[in-house]
């Protein structure tokens, strides 16, 4: 469930993204995962087409080290339009909640960096984000290549994410 005043917009980062239609304050609930969200596993996505594949990974997000939430057919929920941004004004609180990390002002694009959840080792994409911050290349190595840029998300990652670290040797 997203936050009442966040509506789909067309965006400058990548194709549709989510504004924020008045002023939300640091720490407000951006979105809460809903009870009925259905995952799959990377053994059930294998067995799609590429096609499928491609479809669902363009719009999707992990939620555990081998459970991926995306498009399925049922109504679409307007969260998944979340935008990635190098410089980003979302994160998560915890598995289920992400909250405003900064005061976000009306017309203002909503975002998250997509290294908070996606630890996949063919997470890959060419960022255009337009932020000074940008990164360029996005990817789960990151985290780990960019010691400033974990001390900056440590509170905002999912535990999968952090789970990941730990396993590639980071003290967390
Ligand atoms: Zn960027």
Known sequence: MLHPHI????????????FAKTFIKQGEIIWE????????????INTWSQ???????????QV???????MDGSPPDPADYMNHSCDPNVGFLNDKTMIALRDILPGEE?????????TRADFYIECKCHS?????IISPRNLIDNPALLRKYRKYLMSHVVAFLRRQGLEL
């Not at 555990?64 to 995306?70: I, R």
């Not at 000074?132 to 360029?136: A, D, E, N, Q, V």
Request: charged share 30%; aromatic share 16%.
């Open 132 to 136: 000074p911050m940008c990164r360029r």
């Open 33 to 44: 995962r809903d009870p009925w969200e259905k995952h799959y596993s990377l053994r059930e």
């Open 110 to 118: 909503v975002t998250y960096d997509y290294v908070m959840s996606e």
């Open 7 to 18: 509506i789909v917009q067309e965006s400058r980062i990548a194709g549709q993204g989510l």
């Open 64 to 70: 555990g080290e081998d459970l991926f939430y995306g």
């Open 51 to 61: 096609e499928q594949r491609n479809r669902f990974f363009s719009c999707s997000y």
